[in-house]
């Protein structure tokens, strides 16, 4: 069983604003949890990479993994417009991403000027 | 230049026709990926390599082939073309020791 959640949105906050993106998992044996980031027309771009539970920052971006209640989050902080885009929360196995990534269908997050 | 690139970056084919979509990769990366992107369904994986002489089937293979006919490319084939296989298409790469990919920018493909 390999099912993310992920709320399409679309999310729209002002410029400057705290954003929230989340994903919930149903599979415990995820260990590795990403992020990846959208533009239109663009291939995913990997933003954020974490191992099992933990906070991890860079920059305006923090990731978060809650593996009791399988639960990942994305905050971004100061938010602007050019970070309006989709999205995407990724997570595999232990043995690595060897076989593949399951994504989340994707947040389309818009940040108004 | 780009790490990962994708040939062509758009293509209309009609039903019943095959199709070859093409990726290569600069990283120097064993790990070799092919997904495909439908609105409302996300990335969903359909093949990949671990290295020339290993092939996997994803998630969803039926109606598709892959070649990997070096470490740096790797082809995603459509023997006979249908409808329901417009999407966007994505070749990815992983290698070393994180379990990270990294995204070509993808395939627009349209099945009339």
């Known amino acids: 069983q390999k099912e993310v959640e992920q709320d399409p949105g679309p999310l729209s906050v002002p410029e400057g604003a705290i954003v929230s993106l989340n994903c919930t998992y149903s599979?415990?044996?995820?260990?590795?949890f990403m992020w990846y980031r959208q533009y239109s027309r663009k291939g995913p771009e990997l933003l954020m990479y974490?191992?099992?539970?933990g906070n991890k920052e860079d920059g305006r971006f923090t990731a978060q993994v809650d593996k009791s209640s399988k639960y990942i989050s994305l905050f971004i902080r100061d938010s602007q417009p050019s970070d309006s885009a989709t999205y995407l929360c990724?997570?595999?196995?232990?043995?690595?991403?060897?076989?593949?990534?399951?994504f989340g269908k994707g947040t389309h997050l818009i940040i108004q000027p | 230049d780009a790490d990962v690139t994708q040939t062509p970056r758009n293509r209309i084919t009609k039903t019943g026709k095959r199709i070859m979509l093409e990726c290569s990769q600069t990283?120097?990366?064993?790990?070799m990926y092919w997904y495909r992107q439908d609105p409302g369904l996300g990335l969903r994986l359909i093949y990949y390599?671990?290295?020339?002489?290993?092939?996997n089937k994803g998630e969803i293979s039926d109606g598709y082939s892959v070649s990997r006919q070096a470490q740096a490319k790797f082809s995603l084939s459509l023997e006979s073309a249908i409808p329901n296989q417009t999407a966007l298409y994505f070749c990815?790469?992983?290698?070393?020791?994180?379990?990270?990919?990294?995204f070509g920018p993808g395939t627009r493909l349209l099945v009339l």
């Open positions: 990283k120097g990366h064993d790990r």
């Open positions: 990724a997570m595999c196995f232990p043995a690595g991403g060897a076989d593949g990534l399951t």
């Open positions: 390599s671990f290295d020339v002489k290993d092939i």
């Open positions: 990815a790469t992983s290698g070393g020791s994180k379990e990270t990919q990294y």
């Open positions: 974490t191992y099992s539970s």
């Open positions: 599979n415990s044996a995820f260990q590795y």
